[in-house]
């Protein structure tokens, strides 16, 4: 993986144990271009740490298309697993509890998958309309095949 950091920001390298370390940079452009330098650092017996500079100076990519990479900000996490269930005039696909499955049932599941709604304002069970035991993106998207009656059931 390739972490993405804040603009102008300052980062800082420390060697835990004795030996070389050799640390690449890469700084990407607006224009997409990517500079890398290297950096290499050899720490001493008596902790004494020693930089050589970079042999070569910053070398410059152009990159191959101009799309731009996608950033994610926010850490992916996986919702807990189902343990309500359901009660004998329950509803699969009635995430929300109003007695039908409806649009807003996806959008309950949308909600809690981005962290809008918690478990105790969803019913889980329920909304596991694909019923392989977690509550994602399919399942939102099989209420919508069976809202649009391109499914007849779950």
């Known amino acids: 993986n390739t972490p993405y950091y804040t603009r102008n920001a300052t980062y ?3 060697p835990t144990t004795l030996g070389a370390y050799t ?7 607006s224009d ?3 500079l890398n330098q290297t950096y290499s650092y050899t720490v001493a017996n008596n902790g004494s ?4 500079p ?22 992916i996490t996986t919702p ?22 409806t649009i807003e049932d996806v959008t309950s599941i949308q909600k809690y998958l981005a962290v809008l709604l918690t478990e105790r304002q969803i019913n ?15 399942d939102a998207t ?13």
């Open 12 to 14: 800082s390298f420390t």
């Open 23 to 29: 640390v690449q940079v890469f700084v990407q452009a």
């Open 32 to 34: 997409n271009a990517t």
């Open 49 to 52: 740490v020693s930089t050589t």
């Open 54 to 75: 970079p042999a070569t100076p910053p070398t410059s990519t152009q990159p191959a298309s101009t799309t731009t990479p996608s950033i994610t900000t926010q850490p």
């Open 80 to 101: 807990p697993a189902i343990t309500q269930q359901p009660t004998p005039s329950a509803i699969v696909g009635d995430a929300n509890n109003d007695g039908s499955v």
């Open 124 to 138: 889980l069970t329920l909304a596991d309309a694909n019923r392989d035991g977690s509550v994602n993106v399919e």
């Open 142 to 154: 099989t209420i919508q095949k069976y809202l649009a009656q391109l499914i007849t059931q779950f």
